[in-house]
T-cell receptor
Framework: DTAVSQTPKYLVTQMGNDKSIKCEQNLGHDTMYWYKQDSKKFLKIMFSYNNKELIINETVPNRFSPKSPDKAHLNLHINSLELGDSAVYFC???????????FGSGTRLTVV | GENVEQHPSTLSVQEGDSAVIKCTYSDSASNYFPWYKQELGKGPQLIIDIRSNVGEKKDQRIAVTLNKTAKHFSLHITETQPEDSAVYFCASTTGFQKLVFGTGTRLLVSP
């Protein structure tokens, strides 16, 4: 039933590790996104994919690499994790045009 | 690039009162303005949106107004209830697949 599901919900890891977050949507949307929400609740876009093609890549370190195997999935891999990467990461999907996003429930990443 | 300012950052009201949250956007090409509600531990949820060819839209106790000339848009919640307590975000887009969010307003409705 879940429209946009992301796993895991919580991720605690040490500095320097590599981790992945997975996202799947069953809404038939063409576009998927990754947003980062910092401790002050500010939501900032990281990446956007449309039909498996990268269309937005904001100023994000190269350690972050999104992968979209098909238009229903968008995963986020993070290399060499740093303390400053601690945040809540949200996956979202929407129809083409940027309207009517649906967000997942978030992955709280804590780097220690 | 597009910038969205949102005020106030916190808002406390008594149950039954009205609440108003205001946003200002910078890009005159912006054409879509959604509002999201984020409850604790959850993702943002779309509650209402408005397009640039409309000045006002209502959905039960929630309404949004848009002033394109001033580049302002506002969320109005009437007859607030404790379950309206959450963080509210405004956003805007020019349609190029990217929503730019405001900084959020924490609304607290006291019984």
């Amino acid at each position: 039933d879940t429209a946009v599901s992301q796993t895991p919900k919580y991720l605690v890891t040490q500095m320097g590790n590599d981790k992945s977050i997975k996202c799947e949507q069953n809404l038939g949307h063409d576009t998927m996104y990754w947003y980062k929400q910092d401790s002050k609740k500010f939501l900032k876009i990281m990446f956007s994919y449309n039909n498996k093609e990268l269309i937005i890549n904001e100023t994000v370190p190269n350690r972050f690499s999104p992968k979209s195997p098909d238009k229903a999935h968008l995963n986020l891999h993070i290399n060499s994790l740093e303390l400053g990467d601690s945040a809540v990461y949200f996956c979202a999907s929407g129809p083409s045009g940027g309207h009517g996003y649906t967000f997942g429930s978030g992955t709280r990443l804590t780097v220690v | 690039g597009e910038n969205v300012e949102q005020h106030p950052s916190t808002l406390s009201v008594q149950e039954g009162d009205s609440a108003v949250i205001k946003c200002t956007y910078s890009d005159s090409a912006s054409n879509y303005f959604p509002w999201y509600k984020q409850e604790l531990g959850k993702g943002p949820q779309l509650i209402i949106d408005i397009r640039s060819n409309v000045g006002e839209k209502k959905d039960q106790r929630i309404a949004v107004t848009l002033n394109k000339t001033a580049k302002h848009f506002s969320l109005h919640i009437t007859e607030t209830q404790p379950e309206d307590s959450a963080v509210y975000f405004c956003a805007s887009t020019t349609g190029f697949q990217k929503l730019v969010f405001g900084t959020g307003t924490r609304l607290l409705v006291s019984p």
